[in-house]
T-cell receptor, first 114, second 116 residues
Framework: GENVGLHLPTLSVQEGDNSIINCAYS??????FIWYKQESGKGPQFIID?????DKRQGQRVTVLLNKTVKHLSLQIAATQPGDSAVYFC?????????????FGQGTELSVKP | KAGVTQTPRYLIKTRGQQVTLSCSPI?????VSWYQQTPGQGLQFLFE???????NKGNFPGRFSGRQFSNSRSEMNVSTLELGDSALYLC???????????????FGPGTRLTVL
């Protein structure tokens, strides 16, 4: 992920629709990727993760897709609900021989209309 | 199991002062990481402590420092506060292994620091 210091991208969806949130990362050596959800006034909350040896992982209503060729990560939320409204961050982790730091993306604000 | 706790939740300081923030990780977690979150810069990594040693450091000036105690609790200190230090400071704990596994981080609610 890249913190570029810009206004947060926003995504507005209708309740019940599927949401897709995208993220680009820069370190081709990153070996682990995470999506977090942050609600107003709270710390980020883990949603789902994926290791670099996978290209897809599914959770409850969420799917993460990883395309290492273009360094792209996406989060798909099925049947989006009002409670899904939050800011979503992707993060990638450099391998431990490169420091192992988590680098966060700028975040995407998801707004769900009832 | 109790989550990550941070104290205080809110803090107001003036320029030039120093501040200490505290983080208690989830029981059994040995790694504590600190992040600064601002609207302009997003979430930025400050440092990580594991077994009382700083294991990783972000690109922040030396005014930002931290430490970890034998019970894994951690503190971070910011000296000579500047207006730009106003931010939400988040602490995250994890088991801390380096085996390449998921090593999920659990975040606390943060400390909202306002520098006047």
């Amino acid at each position: 992920g890249e913190n570029v210091g810009l206004h947060l991208p926003t995504l507005s969806v209708q309740e019940g629709d599927n949401s897709i949130i995208n993220c680009a990362y820069s370190n081709s050596a990153s070996d682990y990727f995470i999506w977090y959800k942050q609600e107003s006034g709270k710390g980020p909350q883990f949603i789902i993760d994926i290791r670099s040896n996978m290209d897809k992982r599914q959770g409850q209503r969420v799917t993460v897709l990883l395309n290492k060729t273009v360094k792209h990560l996406s989060l798909q939320i099925a049947a989006t609900q009002p409670g899904d409204s939050a800011v979503y961050f992707c993060a990638d982790r450099a391998p431990y021989n490169q420091g192992g730091k988590l680098i966060f993306g700028q975040g995407t604000e998801l707004s769900v209309k009832p | 199991k109790a989550g990550v706790t941070q104290t205080p939740r809110y803090l107001i300081k003036t320029r030039g002062q120093q501040v200490t923030l505290s983080c208690s990780p989830i029981s059994g977690h040995r790694s504590v990481s600190w992040y600064q979150q601002t609207p302009g810069q997003g979430l930025q990594f400050l440092f990580e402590y594991f077994s009382e040693t700083q294991r990783n450091k972000g690109n922040f000036p030396g005014r930002f420092s931290g430490r970890q105690f034998s019970n894994s609790r951690s503190e971070m200190n910011v000296s000579t506060l500047e207006l730009g230090d106003s931010a939400l400071y988040l602490c995250a704990s994890s088991l801390g292994g380096t085996s390449g596994g998921s090593n999920e981080q659990f975040f606390g609610p943060g400390t909202r620091l306002t520098v006047l």
